[in-house]
């Protein structure tokens, strides 16, 4: 079992930046890709970034040059960094881990980000 807590949403004003992070612990050494999702209000989840344990990394388009995702092995931490932010950004954030076991996969339990116009 992998556990996974995400700290650092919060409110900003539109244009400003936040880093949320995502603690892994447990059996970190079956995770193999990351990523960050997001659900806005009344919206399914979507897609918001990922990387590979090879470092490789895709966003969505929305978020594309705004956004950057990465890695922390040796802190066992995932980051998402989140610049130029816009109203449409607010949503609910979850990290998500990508497993080689069974359940072969975990969510945290989202950290709230909202930007204000």
């Known amino acids: 079992q992998v556990q996974l807590v995400e700290s650092g949403g919060g409110l900003v004003q539109a244009g400003g930046s936040l880093r949320l992070s995502c603690a892994a612990s447990?059996?970190?050494?079956?995770?193999?890709?990351m990523g960050w999702f997001r659900q806005a209000p009344e919206r399914q989840r979507e897609l918001v970034a990922r990387?590979?344990?090879?470092?490789?990394?895709n966003y969505a388009d929305s978020v594309k040059g705004r956004f950057t995702i990465s890695r922390d092995n040796a802190k066992n931490t995932l980051y998402l960094q989140m610049n130029s932010l816009k109203p449409e950004d607010t949503a609910v954030y979850y990290c998500?881990?990508?497993?080689?076991?069974?359940?072969?996969?975990?969510w945290g339990q989202g950290t709230q980000v909202t930007v204000s116009s």
């Open positions: 447990g059996s970190i050494f079956t995770i193999n890709a």
């Open positions: 998500n881990a990508d497993l080689q076991l069974p359940p072969y996969g975990s």
């Open positions: 990387i590979t344990s090879g470092g490789s990394t």
